[in-house]
């Protein structure tokens, strides 16, 4: 945990006086720095967020101390920020605003400064064990999102060489771990298992039902050479022990380079997207059963097509087509569709890269609202 005296605090006052007592009683203790109107002190903690702030409220003619900390708290940079109100108002009804803006303490003036000092030490403290308690878990997040990522194929060149076939994927969680994945596994010399998922839900519950889902995956794609049966399978593997009814939409993709072609089914899943050569991009296969894990018996059913030189198989999770700009309009299929038309002679890496930048460009600073997962596969 931080050490309380590296901790900096920010005095906010219009009173030279009620400054200068403040310094002095504080200055052998803590970190300080000064301001002395309310936009010096929005300034200061842009610059330099400090980790305590000590608010006066009235400072005309400007931004007043109320103002002030509803400014912090609505930035997500400051606002777990702890606040005291020092003010000479001493109504109940202006504490109650001060607390209603986001204060964590007020004290009013004159005020005892064996109080404030203790009243500091005790915001400094608890902020102190907060932050050690996000580090914390920031850290067990980041070891959890590389375990997720280990899981995943590392190495999709050595899944298809001596093949046929290039393929090339990516995940981005919304949060530090997500629910999507996929696979690619070579099963046998000419069979190739390609799949996308997603999880129901977000972060670590999705996670882990995701790191099960893959495994099941991997394991029945390793021995069975339909991929409606596979999908049959996995959804009854994961509906036989699944307390809180989650589930995963997923896409299963078997290639027969033997016999040159490709068999599909999906459980829930959107349609993929098919580029040919001399053809626009098009939507194909849609799923027949309903996502894994919900209950046992799930009709899936297979759809299969001869592979001709260029076809190119896009999948992707709800992160790609529902993504969302400021205006709330999603991404949406016909977008990815025209983006696809528009890459010359693309190859699996090229689909991959550029249709996440564009779902980047279009939210445009928009916050992430669900994983990101694109996988293409290109038929030699």
Do not use: W
């Amino acid at each position: 945990m931080k050490d309380l005296a590296e901790s900096r605090i920010l005095i906010v006052d219009d009173v030279k006086a009620n400054v200068d007592v403040l310094v002095q009683a504080l200055r052998e203790h803590y970190k300080l720095s000064v301001a002395l109107d309310g936009a010096g002190a929005l300034r200061s903690i842009e610059k330099n967020p400090p980790d305590l702030i000590l608010l006066d409220i009235m400072m005309p003619p400007g931004i007043d101390g109320y103002e002030v900390c509803r400014r912090v708290r609505a930035n997500a940079a400051t606002t777990d920020i702890p606040i005291m109100f020092l003010s000479a108002l001493e109504e109940v009804r202006d504490k109650t605003r001060g607390f209603e803006a986001g204060g964590n303490d007020y004290l009013t003036k004159p005020f005892e400064m064996l109080e404030v000092k203790a009243r500091v030490h005790s915001l400094l403290k608890a902020k102190a064990y907060a932050d050690a308690v996000r580090e914390a878990m920031a850290r067990d997040l980041r070891i959890a999102r590389e375990i997720q990522m280990g899981i995943l194929p590392a190495d999709l060149p050595a899944a298809t060489r001596g093949t046929r076939l290039e393929v090339d994927a990516v995940i981005e969680p919304a949060r530090h771990v997500g629910g999507d994945l996929y696979e690619v596994l070579r099963a046998a010399d000419d069979r190739v298992v390609v799949a996308l998922g997603d999880v129901s839900g977000k972060g670590i519950p999705a996670a882990m039902f995701m790191a099960v889902a893959v495994t099941v995956l991997r394991t029945l794609a390793r021995t069975i050479a339909d991929p409606d049966e596979i999908l049959r399978r996995l959804n009854d593997e994961l509906a036989e022990q699944n307390p809180r009814g989650m589930f995963v939409t997923i896409q299963c993709l078997v290639f027969d380079l033997a016999k040159g072609q490709v068999t599909v089914a999906g459980a829930g899943h959107h349609q993929l997207a098919i580029l040919s050569p001399g053809r626009p991009p098009r939507l194909a296969f849609p799923s027949s059963g309903r996502p894994a894990g919900l209950m046992p018996v799930n009709p899936i059913e297979r759809e299969s097509m001869a592979l001709s030189q260029g076809d190119t198989f896009v999948l992707f999770s709800d992160g790609v087509s529902e993504a969302m700009n400021a205006a709330d309009d999603f991404f949406g299929e016909e977008r990815l569709l025209a983006h696809l038309a528009a890459l010359p002679a693309p190859g699996p890496t090229d689909i991959v890269r550029s249709t996440l930048e564009a779902v980047r460009a279009f939210a445009a600073g928009a916050p992430q609202s669900d994983d990101i997962s694109i996988l293409a596969a290109r038929y030699r």
